[in-house]
């Protein structure tokens, strides 16, 4: 008997190691994905900044240059904007705007489809697994979307080196509103108000990196609503999304989970970037140059992203993202005032 169980178990040992060793991959795909995606975008960043040279120095790249670096750069950016909740515009407008030769309609067009893009790539897989709720996105995202197409059309009629010191000065302001914000992972509520007992603005969802149930309901949601409009009126004007701001305003202000904040954040901008960019659209400043490879790059991006949201410390992505942040917007202020051009 005993020696029949060891033929069993030495039957089945492979099995049971290549059973773990497939579950060991697939637990660590999504990093080995985010560790190619920086070292390819560290080694094309280089070859764009000589390119960048050789433009300024009067000599022309080949064309395919650009298009690339989009791409590469996008599809980093996917990676490192869905877990941070920000929305790739936030990353998009002022790395682009200040590194890329176009101009900054061109860019802030873009910049609403590339965010589009990352929402929308990544909303189906939040909505199952729960990080996403399409109850509380939908009345918020309705106020931001009307007022965003606001923001698209004073955006539109601003001189380009204002509206380049303006983000500049935004950018940084979002970095330090990272910075010192004290984000809560499970807020403490209470009771929810009126408001949010009649949309029913409560639900659960599984937190798959400590496997806990987690049970929430918000408060505050007028005050949630009021604000809702103002980020809608940033976001068009800017083209850089509003998940900088959705964030904040649904984990410290509303009373959501850090983690259901970011995925719920990624539904509303799907609605809200998708109003302003019809705007951009109707004006002519969305050029298939530059909006093809950077959506298509966020998009692949964005889907590596929503799983890395299961399983990452957002306060790593967080640092990463504010280091990167800090810099594009010092650039982009610099530029304005054509002290960095």
Same mark, same amino acid.
């Given at each position: 008997?005993?020696?029949?169980?060891?033929?069993?178990?030495?039957?089945?040992?492979?099995?049971?190691?290549?059973? =773990?060793?497939?579950?060991?991959?697939?637990? =660590?795909?999504?990093?080995?994905?985010?560790? =190619?995606?920086?070292?390819?975008?560290?080694?094309?960043?280089?070859?764009?900044?000589?390119?960048?040279?050789?433009?300024?120095?009067?000599?022309?790249?080949?064309?395919?240059?650009?298009?690339?670096?989009?791409?590469?750069?996008?599809?980093?950016?996917?990676?490192?904007?869905?877990?941070?909740?920000?929305?790739?515009?936030?990353?998009?407008?002022?790395?682009?705007?200040?590194?890329?030769?176009?101009?900054?309609?061109?860019?802030?067009?873009?910049?609403?489809?590339?965010?589009?893009?990352?929402?929308?790539?990544?909303?189906?897989?939040?909505?199952?697994?729960?990080?996403?709720?399409?109850?509380?996105?939908?009345?918020?995202?309705?106020?931001?979307?009307?007022?965003?197409?606001?923001?698209?059309?004073?955006?539109?009629?601003?001189?380009?080196?204002?509206?380049?010191? $303006?983000? /500049?000065?935004?950018?940084?302001?979002?970095?330090?509103?990272?910075?010192?914000?004290?984000?809560?992972?499970?807020?403490?509520?209470?009771?929810?108000?009126?408001?949010?007992?009649? $949309?029913?603005?409560?639900?659960?969802?599984?937190?798959?990196? #400590?496997?806990?149930?987690?049970?929430?309901?918000?408060?505050?949601?007028?005050?949630?609503?009021?604000?809702?409009?103002?980020?809608?009126?940033?976001?068009?004007?800017?083209?850089?999304?509003?998940?900088?701001?959705?964030?904040?305003? $649904?984990?410290?202000?509303?009373?959501?989970?850090?983690?259901?904040?970011?995925?719920?954040?990624?539904?509303?901008?799907?609605?809200?970037? #998708?109003?302003?960019?019809?705007?951009?659209?109707?004006?002519?400043?969305?050029?298939?140059?530059?909006?093809?490879?950077?959506?298509?790059?966020?998009?692949?991006?964005?889907?590596? /992203?929503?799983?890395?949201?299961?399983?990452?410390?957002?306060?790593?992505?967080?640092?990463?993202?504010?280091?990167?942040?800090?810099?594009?917007?010092?650039?982009?202020?610099?530029?304005?005032?054509?002290?960095?051009?």
């Amino acid at each position: 008997m005993r020696a029949r169980a060891l033929r069993q178990s030495a039957r089945h040992a492979p099995c049971q190691s290549a059973r =773990h060793a497939h579950c060991q991959s697939a637990r =660590h795909a999504p990093w080995r994905s985010a560790r =190619h995606a920086l070292a390819l975008m560290a080694l094309v960043l280089p070859a764009l900044a000589l390119a960048a040279g050789d433009a300024a120095s009067g000599s022309e790249p080949p064309w395919w240059v650009w298009p690339l670096g989009l791409f590469v750069a996008s599809f980093a950016m996917g990676i490192v904007a869905v877990p941070a909740g920000i929305g790739g515009g936030t990353l998009f407008v002022p790395i682009v705007g200040s590194f890329f030769p176009f101009h900054l309609d061109f860019v802030r067009g873009a910049g609403l489809l590339v965010a589009l893009a990352s929402a929308l790539s990544a909303g189906p897989m939040l909505l199952r697994s729960g990080l996403g709720s399409l109850r509380l996105a939908l009345p918020l995202a309705l106020l931001a979307s009307a007022s965003s197409i606001v923001g698209a059309i004073l955006g539109l009629a601003m001189p380009v080196a204002l509206v380049q010191m $303006l983000l /500049g000065g935004l950018v940084l302001g979002i970095v330090v509103l990272m910075f010192v914000s004290k984000k809560s992972e499970y807020p403490q509520v209470d009771a929810p108000d009126r408001l949010a007992q009649a $949309l029913a603005l409560h639900g659960v969802f599984v937190d798959g990196a #400590s496997g806990r149930t987690v049970q929430w309901q918000v408060h505050r949601t007028a005050a949630g609503l009021v604000l809702f409009l103002g980020i809608g009126v940033l976001a068009g004007m800017f083209g850089i999304g509003a998940g900088w701001a959705n964030v904040p305003v $649904l984990n410290l202000l509303l009373g959501a989970p850090l983690k259901l904040a970011a995925g719920t954040s990624g539904l509303v901008l799907s609605l809200v970037d #998708s109003s302003a960019a019809w705007v951009y659209i109707n004006k002519g400043a969305v050029l298939p140059m530059v909006a093809v490879p950077s959506v298509i790059g966020m998009m692949l991006g964005a889907r590596i /992203g929503a799983r890395l949201l299961q399983v990452l410390p957002a306060r790593v992505v967080r640092r990463l993202v504010i280091a990167v942040l800090l810099f594009a917007g010092a650039r982009a202020l610099l530029k304005g005032m054509g002290v960095w051009p």
